[in-house]
């Protein structure tokens, strides 16, 4: 089942989050066979202030789990995090469902 993983940067943390970026993509490249697509959100000067990833996994609790495990929410880096299943209708320009 799919899920999008919506984070949203704590204020001020930008620092935080580029001293924790190594690890978070060594959790993410670990990861790859679960992960659609992912990526960060930007400001409107475009530096990231938060981050988009689609998750394949079973079931939300799978899905919170991934979240929980992810070095940038061990770090404190976001505020908040919104996980919601995903239902995907598009792909690489492709209507699937």
Same mark, same amino acid.
């Given at each position: 089942?799919? /899920?999008?993983?919506?984070?949203?940067?704590?204020? +001020?943390?930008?620092?935080?989050?580029?001293?924790? &970026? %190594? *690890?978070?993509?060594a959790?993410?490249?670990?990861?790859?066979? &679960?992960?659609?697509? !992912? +990526?960060?959100?930007?400001?409107a000067? !475009?530096? %990231?202030n !938060?981050?988009?990833?689609?998750?394949?996994?079973?079931? &939300?609790?799978?899905a919170?789990?991934?979240?929980? *495990?992810d %070095?940038?929410?061990?770090?404190?880096? /976001?505020e +908040?995090?919104?996980?919601? %299943?995903? &239902?995907?209708? /598009?792909?690489? !320009?492709v209507?699937?469902?």
């Open positions: 089942m799919l /899920f999008a993983l919506i984070n949203t940067d704590r204020p +001020g943390s930008f620092d935080l989050r580029m001293a924790t &970026r %190594p *690890a978070h993509l959790y993410l490249e670990a990861e790859t066979a &679960r992960i659609i697509s !992912g +990526g960060a959100l930007l400001d000067d !475009g530096k %990231p !938060g981050s988009l990833l689609v998750i394949d996994v079973a079931d &939300r609790a799978e919170e789990a991934f979240a929980a *495990a %070095p940038y929410t061990k770090a404190g880096l /976001f +908040g995090t919104v996980v919601r %299943p995903f &239902r995907q209708v /598009f792909k690489d !320009g209507k699937v469902a």
